[in-house]
């Protein structure tokens, strides 16, 4: 059985960012990838920490040769990719930190969420 994976052109942008109804929040780990043959392309994978099974299901859909990590992030309920700083940022003002690491980091990590 074969499957494909189709890729969103752009991100989602059907909810209006600046209604304070509906802040900006944290929804789950991602890291950004790259082509190498062409490093215009990128693709954010989604998941419930980065480099998990699923990223790694996830992986095997791309040639691995073809494709390297660019930077781990967090996707937001609008669809956007934030790094690990601003998404530590848009966390607190939301009050969507629930665990303590043992310290004081300046950039979110999925354990602090989950």
Same mark, same amino acid.
């Given at each position: 059985?074969?499957?494909? #994976?189709?890729?969103?052109?752009?991100? &989602?942008?059907? /909810?209006d960012?600046e209604?304070k109804?509906?802040p900006? #929040? /944290?929804?789950?780990?991602?890291?950004k990838?790259?082509n190498?043959?062409?490093?215009?392309i990128?693709?954010? &994978?989604p998941s419930?920490?980065?480099?998990? *099974? @699923?990223t790694?299901? &996830?992986? =095997?859909?791309?040639? !691995?040769?073809?494709?390297? =990590? +660019? =930077?781990?992030g967090f996707?937001? $309920?609008f %669809?956007?990719?934030?790094?690990r +700083?601003?998404? @530590?940022?848009i966390? +607190?003002?939301n $009050?969507q930190?629930?665990? %303590?690491?043992g310290y =004081? *980091?300046d950039?979110? !990590?999925?354990?602090?969420?989950?």
């Open positions: 059985m074969s499957s494909s #994976l189709q890729l969103a052109d752009e991100p &989602i942008r059907n /909810i960012m209604n109804e509906h900006e #929040l /944290i929804v789950c780990a991602a890291i990838f790259f190498i043959c062409d490093p215009s990128e693709v954010d &994978i419930v920490r980065h480099f998990d *099974p @699923l790694h299901s &996830i992986l =095997e859909q791309f040639s !691995y040769d073809e494709w390297e =990590e +660019k =930077e781990q996707i937001t $309920n %669809g956007r990719f934030v790094n +700083k601003e998404a @530590l940022e966390a +607190k003002a $009050n930190i629930r665990y %303590g690491i =004081e *980091p950039e979110l !990590y999925s354990e602090m969420l989950y």
